[in-house]
């Protein structure tokens, strides 16, 4: 049996590992970008702590493994009646395939946004994000009036968790006016930070962000962003660092092919009790219209339970059927303190912490051999160098 996966995230990775299991499984992954990135560490390499913990090559990962073919392309079409996938200038035939693209960011339309605010979604955007910070204070040698994170679900607080102490460290290094107060605001449209998990958690992440110094603006609505102000239910924020973690939207390679694949109305794709999208395509993760989807340990969890159909499949055994487990929530808010939400129980604090690091090790165990993944989980407390040189890329392996 030959399975053709696209994506190199979570899901992809994982199913690929699993399926190689089997000895009589070949496994093509086709991925556009040459890294698997780590997401729940990108607030700590946007924050100065080693890019070892957030990202790690594709070829790395798959080195020496047997029976496995690793392509780097962009897939832009499927023909599911011929099983046929097109890239850039290359198709490739499949007996199943697996779907599992990730998610886009989304401005939702609001003007200025694109243009001007930083997202820390990726290498390359936080190295971008990582040179403005630098600029400001190297060159202008000032705080900015504001710095505002847009989006206070998990990745908008961990990120307002760490960044102000991230900024009193550069403004220490750069000997910048000390009497200059941080100003960490965090903008959020619905009443509450963290509105995915319960009130009672809320409560708590907020009352320990504003012991952090962050500002909580809720209720508050994005309207438009220009080069130095942020305009928030019709009032403006003096700012030119505006970091933007509220919108992701399916990838568009669905809608682009809807004729193919039914869509539910937050535009990711309805599966059947399998998983299978289409004949032959399985779509999971981020991209299918299950419960929990969005999450990295739902992607986890589809992957596994495709691949293992699968490989039912191949021995001529039944197929099982997919059922949801709802995963628990752990979101770090500075160091050593986190909140932790599974059910009906609830941690915050130190063993919070504790928690979240012994989830990130098993994470990194999930992609990685035991060893490079005790690395990548000891590389979260590394700080790296806090002022790059203009030639070295974010990307230094």
């Given at each position: 049996m030959h399975i053709t996966i696209v994506g190199g995230g979570f899901g992809g990775v994982k199913a690929a590992l699993e399926l190689i299991k089997s000895k009589d499984i070949f496994v093509t992954l086709i991925s556009d970008k040459p890294d698997f990135l780590y997401y729940p560490a990108l607030y700590g390499t946007a924050t100065g702590h080693s890019h070892l913990e957030s990202w790690v090559s594709l070829q790395t990962i798959f080195q020496g493994k047997p029976r496995m073919t690793l392509i780097n392309d962009t897939i832009i079409s499927i023909d599911p009646e011929r099983k046929l996938l097109r890239g850039k200038s290359v198709s490739y035939e499949y007996e199943n395939c697996i779907l599992a693209l990730g998610v886009v960011t989304t401005f939702f339309g609001i003007e200025g946004l694109d243009e001007y605010s930083y997202s820390i979604k990726s290498q390359a955007e936080i190295e971008r994000f990582k040179q403005h910070i630098h600029a400001d204070l190297q060159k202008k040698h000032q705080l900015d009036k504001h710095y505002v994170?847009?989006?206070?679900?998990?990745?908008?607080?961990?990120?307002?968790?760490?960044?102000?102490?991230?900024?009193?460290?550069?403004?220490?290094?750069?000997?910048?006016?000390?009497?200059?107060?941080?100003?960490?605001?965090?903008?959020?449209?619905?009443?509450?930070?963290?509105?995915?998990?319960?009130?009672?958690?809320?409560?708590?992440?907020?009352?320990?962000?504003?012991?952090?110094?962050?500002?909580?603006?809720?209720?508050?609505?994005?309207?438009?962003?220009?080069?130095?102000?942020?305009?928030?239910?019709?009032?403006?924020?003096?700012?030119?660092?505006?970091?933007?973690?509220?919108?992701?939207?399916?990838?568009?390679?669905?809608?682009?092919?809807?004729?193919?694949?039914?869509?539910?109305?937050?535009?990711?794709?309805?599966?059947?009790?399998?998983?299978?999208?289409?004949?032959?395509?399985?779509?999971?993760?981020?991209?299918?219209?299950?419960?929990?989807?969005?999450?990295?340990?739902?992607?986890?969890?589809?992957?596994?339970?495709?691949?293992?159909?699968?490989?039912?499949?191949?021995?001529?055994?039944?197929?099982?059927?997919?059922?949801?487990?709802?995963?628990?929530?752990?979101?770090?808010?500075?160091?050593?303190?986190?909140?932790f939400e599974w059910h009906k129980l609830r941690l915050h604090g130190r063993l919070a912490s504790w928690v979240r690091q012994i989830a990130d090790l098993s994470g990194y165990h999930d992609i990685l051999p035991i060893g490079q993944a005790l690395g990548a989980w000891h590389a979260q407390r590394v700080l790296e160098d806090e002022v790059p040189s203009q030639e070295t890329s974010v990307r230094k392996s």
């Amino acid at each position: 049996m030959h399975i053709t996966i696209v994506g190199g995230g979570f899901g992809g990775v994982k199913a690929a590992l699993e399926l190689i299991k089997s000895k009589d499984i070949f496994v093509t992954l086709i991925s556009d970008k040459p890294d698997f990135l780590y997401y729940p560490a990108l607030y700590g390499t946007a924050t100065g702590h080693s890019h070892l913990e957030s990202w790690v090559s594709l070829q790395t990962i798959f080195q020496g493994k047997p029976r496995m073919t690793l392509i780097n392309d962009t897939i832009i079409s499927i023909d599911p009646e011929r099983k046929l996938l097109r890239g850039k200038s290359v198709s490739y035939e499949y007996e199943n395939c697996i779907l599992a693209l990730g998610v886009v960011t989304t401005f939702f339309g609001i003007e200025g946004l694109d243009e001007y605010s930083y997202s820390i979604k990726s290498q390359a955007e936080i190295e971008r994000f990582k040179q403005h910070i630098h600029a400001d204070l190297q060159k202008k040698h000032q705080l900015d009036k504001h710095y505002v994170i847009v989006g206070a679900g998990p990745t908008g607080v961990e990120l307002a968790g760490t960044l102000v102490s991230y900024l009193a460290r550069l403004r220490q290094y750069y000997r910048v006016d000390a009497r200059r107060h941080i100003h960490v605001n965090l903008v959020e449209a619905a009443p509450r930070v963290l509105p995915k998990m319960s009130v009672a958690a809320s409560r708590v992440v907020a009352k320990r962000l504003k012991r952090l110094g962050v500002t909580i603006q809720t209720n508050r609505k994005v309207e438009l962003e220009e080069a130095t102000d942020l305009i928030v239910s019709g009032k403006p924020i003096l700012t030119s660092t505006v970091i933007w973690t509220s919108g992701v939207a399916n990838h568009p390679f669905f809608k682009a092919h809807e004729h193919y694949f039914k869509l539910a109305p937050n535009g990711r794709v309805i599966v059947n009790e399998q998983l299978l999208a289409y004949q032959s395509v399985y779509v999971i993760g981020d991209n299918a219209a299950t419960p929990y989807s969005g999450l990295a340990q739902t992607a986890l969890h589809d992957a596994l339970f495709v691949a293992r159909n699968l490989k039912r499949q191949q021995r001529q055994q039944p197929e099982r059927t997919y059922k949801a487990v709802m995963p628990a929530i752990v979101v770090p808010v500075g160091e050593k303190w986190a909140i932790f939400e599974w059910h009906k129980l609830r941690l915050h604090g130190r063993l919070a912490s504790w928690v979240r690091q012994i989830a990130d090790l098993s994470g990194y165990h999930d992609i990685l051999p035991i060893g490079q993944a005790l690395g990548a989980w000891h590389a979260q407390r590394v700080l790296e160098d806090e002022v790059p040189s203009q030639e070295t890329s974010v990307r230094k392996s």
